[in-house]
């Protein structure tokens, strides 16, 4: 008996029933791979294809391909910290999500008494989309070399960019055109004792002024300040009072992770510059694929291409206690 042919024959009727082999998945990622080579083809140079006309975004330009929209995502989780700690959504039109303002009481009552009525009240929070757009310069030679890496190249040069900005509007934006900050949606858990000092006392301060629920996930983000003088404290027996986590990567303080945010402020009068919270309940919302714009013409005379990396993003903290934030004493 032929073992290895019956496997073979069995494996691929599996496959079969499973569509790994199936006319449709072929089709769909020979479809994909047009699809990519005519994105990236006429990135390159100028010339439309048919394969885009069904992509085409809002603003004019063309959906990235799945595989770019990946290598995209991937970088601004490594550069932005938010998107690391944080809960990231896919939308697809606004999103209102109930929030509690206010929770319902507890109460002892005698057997046949009237339960206590003190109703929980809800808010709202809207999670919207704001447009954010990146250009990027490219010289005619550098199109016309085969060697050229464009897909690399508008990674490394528009994402860097895009993810610094939207980590300072998701730190701290004023809402007007930009998502509103999260230290303009949670409450300042505590004020340090000094203007000029952040110091071990304030950090546990802004720990426990956090519900235990939590807590439990919570991490720091901290300036680059309040990290070197973290850093700086000592044990009485010299040991420092943050320390690593048990695979030596990240940093701890009080038992949290530690994360440096270089979007808030340093220590100074009335600032901001610490963050203790469960990010898990900071969403951010991401409105469809990224698009880019080709710009054949507008620096034509200079002998460049114009390439604009855009996206539509919003964030909000969806339960306003699971974030604090420490803020420096005014005077």
């Excluded at 995502?73 to 990231?88: A, F």
């Excluded at 054949?296 to 339960?319: N, P, T």
Aim: glycine content about 6%; charged content about 30%; aromatic content about 8%.
């Amino acid at each position: 008996m032929n073992y290895s042919n019956n496997y073979d024959d069995l494996m691929a009727r599996l496959n079969a029933i499973m569509g790994m082999d199936s006319p449709e998945k072929k089709e769909t990622e020979r479809a994909y791979a047009t699809y990519k080579n005519a994105f990236w083809e006429n990135m390159r140079t100028g010339v439309p294809q048919n394969a885009l006309k069904e992509s085409v975004s809002s603003s004019g330009g063309y959906l990235v391909p799945d595989s770019f929209e990946e290598r995209i995502i991937t970088k601004l989780e490594e550069d932005n910290i938010l998107r690391k700690v944080s809960r990231v959504i896919k939308t697809t039109r606004d999103l209102k999500i109930p929030i509690v303002l206010k929770k319902g009481g507890t109460t002892w009552v005698k057997e046949g008494e009237l339960y206590f009525e003190d109703n929980e009240e809800f808010g709202e929070a809207l999670i919207s989309a704001y447009k954010l757009a990146q250009l990027t310069l490219a010289s005619d030679e550098l199109l016309e070399d085969s060697a050229f890496d464009l897909e690399q190249y508008i990674l490394d040069a528009a994402v860097d960019n895009i993810s610094s900005a939207e980590e300072e509007a998701f730190i701290k934006g004023d809402g007007i055109k930009k998502p509103l900050g999260i230290i303009h949606q949670a409450s300042v858990g505590a004020v340090t004792s000094d203007s000029n000092i952040i110091d071990v006392d304030d950090m546990i301060n802004l720990k426990y002024s956090l519900s235990e629920p939590y807590r439990h996930n919570a991490v720091w983000l901290v300036s680059s300040d309040v990290y070197i003088a973290l850093s700086k404290i000592r044990h009485y027996k010299g040991h420092r009072f943050m320390d690593l986590s048990e695979d030596g990567e990240t940093e701890m303080l009080l038992g949290q992770p530690v994360y440096v945010c270089k979007s808030l402020d340093n220590i100074a009068l009335g600032s901001k510059s610490a963050i203790f919270g469960d990010f898990s309940h900071f969403w951010i919302g991401d409105r469809g694929r990224r698009s880019i714009k080709r710009l054949s013409e507008k620096y034509a005379d200079s002998g460049q291409v114009g390439f604009i990396v855009s996206e539509r993003v919003d964030a909000k903290l969806v339960v306003p206690e699971a974030v604090k934030v420490l803020q420096t004493k005014a005077e």
